[in-house]
């Protein structure tokens, strides 16, 4: 295992939630926190950096004045998540602003930039950067990575191809710092399954889409009730960048899920038939069996904190035949 930033000791459960493009918001955010862990959201999600100051001030005095009421169970830090891609013309005045009001995690995406890095560090924040193969993980820890996301094949969004087992044993020869598992995790034992192998959190992501607190349309919310891995597409086609998405929204856009096209690379914004990546054509991960129903943020991390402590039980029970290797 890593060494865990003190900033992450007081988690009730080892998990950061993902920042949902469009869906996280400060509300999702919030909950999460209160509930235990890692709340985060992009910084994009607001729709102007003045936005964004909003909604900073409503987490960090709202989180304050829960803490100030429960100070013998404090609610987790949360995190912000930065888009370091060329094409965020905001990145700077965000990044401003998670300084301003000390976001205490920054998870960067699309890039590893040292000024988002060095931003971080000037108050004692921490960066999460992630990745989706060894190559970019040396990367990003060379140019001041605090920790990484290994972001395996199956996650929601922009997945790897890579097998968490490959990926994390890859990262894990080099490096001791803190390591973050994305990819279809979903129910607590699967969190304790990522620890096995040698990370040290999980990265919980489409199961949050399915929450009242999220900002998603209730169609999407169900379909993810109705939907397993089965329903799952893994294309380019949408943004430029292979992500997972849910094959019965792109059915709904008029298109053969089956016969996507594979498109440029340097595509940002995907138009034809009007239907556009995120907002019509929905992102999911594989790990989707164990969403059962539409349930409040709280609810849910509740069910990963019970599922979680019965893994932990059925392993030692598991184990015990083994105790003399």
């Known amino acids: ?57 409503e987490i960090t005095e709202e989180l304050a004045r829960y803490n100030e009421a429960n100070p013998n169970r404090p609610a987790a830090p949360f995190a912000i998540n930065q888009i370091v891609h060329r094409t965020n013309d905001r990145l700077q005045e965000d990044m401003a602003l998670c300084v301003k009001y000390k976001v205490p995690i920054i998870i960067s995406s699309m890039g590893a930039r040292e000024e988002v890095f060095e931003a971080a560090h000037s108050y004692g924040g921490i960066v999460f950067h992630d ?19 290994a972001v395996a094949a199956g996650a929601g969004g922009h997945a790897g191809q890579q097998s968490p087992f490959a990926l994390i044993q890859e990262i894990r020869e080099w490096f001791d710092g803190p390591l973050v598992l994305a990819g279809a995790i979903a129910k607590g034992s699967s969190i304790l399954s990522a620890q096995a192998m040698g ?29 397993t891995a089965d329903d799952i597409v893994y294309s380019n086609l949408f943004t430029g960048v292979s992500a997972n998405y849910l094959k019965p929204s792109i059915q709904n856009a008029g298109l053969d899920p089956e016969n996507l096209k594979e498109s440029d690379p340097s595509a940002t914004d995907f138009k034809e038939g009007g239907a556009k990546a995120w907002k019509d054509i929905w ?12 349930q409040s943020a709280e609810g849910y991390i509740e069910q990963l904190i019970q599922e979680y402590k019965l893994g932990l039980e059925e392993l030692a029970n598991k184990t015990q035949h083994f105790s003399n290797i």
């Open 199 to 227: 990370a040290d959190l999980a990265y919980i992501g489409t199961p949050f889409i399915a929450t009242i607190e999220a900002n998603a349309q209730e169609a999407y919310k169900q379909m993810l009730v109705d939907s």
């Open 283 to 294: 992102g999911s991960g594989q790990g989707i069996a164990p969403i059962k129903t539409v």
């Open 131 to 149: 990745v989706i193969n060894n190559f970019f993980a040396k990367k990003a820890i060379s140019k001041g990575a605090d920790g990484l996301i």
């Open 1 to 57: 295992m890593g060494n865990i930033p003190t900033v992450l000791h007081g988690l009730k459960l080892p998990v950061i939630a993902s920042p949902l493009f469009i869906i996280s918001n400060p509300k999702l955010l919030i909950a999460q926190c209160k509930a235990g862990i890692v709340g985060s959201m992009p910084a994009l999600n607001a729709r102007t950096n003045s936005q964004l100051e909003e909604w900073l001030i």
